[in-house]
């Protein structure tokens, strides 16, 4: 890498009671390879979330209204990222490639990836695993897609979407499927 030692990439709690600290195999790899990872907990929509001191629980009457907000928590995070680079945070000032950016997630996390990439052209790769939305706009941006062909949450007809998905993506694209793989919590 250049003078720039760190590269930005983004990772997303799954719904029904995620937070941000789990999946942390996936951050801890990427984290050891000079990647920053800045990780959300969805107000209302992760197991909980403290604010003032106080926490939110999860809220399953909130999931419509956390599929609009997680695309913009997202952005924010960005946005963050890029002050702290500009200097707001001398931990990062000058250390964080802005312009190589990922967004990922799992489950309504990996959603949350690719509406994020559809509203954001800063996110220059997607990394999505088991989940993926009936359609987005963004079909260009290069995107890695995973599935366990024995996951029971999402089950055959999320795992078609995901298939299809990938399949409709006219840019850089790849699927990784797991033969007899299931989610594991």
């Known amino acids: 890498m ?7 990439a983004w ?13 942390t195999f996936w ?24 604010i003032d001191g106080k926490p939110i ?4 009457a909130e999931r419509g209204n956390s599929a609009k907000d997680r695309p913009l928590d997202v952005s924010f995070l960005l946005d963050q990222m890029i002050r702290w680079d500009a200097g707001a945070d001398p931990r990062f000032a000058g250390r964080i490639d802005t312009e190589h950016t990922a967004v990922a997630g799992m ?3 990996s959603f949350t990836a690719h509406w994020a990439a559809d509203r954001e052209p800063r996110f220059k790769a997607v990394l999505a695993m088991s989940g993926a939305p009936l359609s987005h706009t ?3 941006v290069p995107s890695l897609r995973m599935l366990g062909t024995e996951d029971r949450t999402l089950g055959v007809l999320g795992n078609a979407l995901i298939r ?3 399949a409709k993506h006219t840019g850089p694209s ?4 797991m033969k007899n793989g299931a989610r594991c919590f």
């Open 2 to 8: 250049d003078s720039r030692t760190a590269r930005a």
């Open 11 to 23: 990772s997303f709690a799954r719904d029904g009671g995620g937070s941000r600290h789990q999946n």
């Open 27 to 50: 951050c801890d790899h990427l984290a050891s390879h000079g990647y920053i990872i800045v990780s959300a907990d969805h107000t209302g929509n992760a197991k909980w979330t403290i």
């Open 57 to 60: 629980m999860s809220q399953g």
């Open 107 to 109: 489950s309504f996390g």
């Open 138 to 140: 963004n079909l260009t």
């Open 164 to 166: 299809d998905n990938h």
């Open 174 to 177: 790849f699927l990784l499927e």
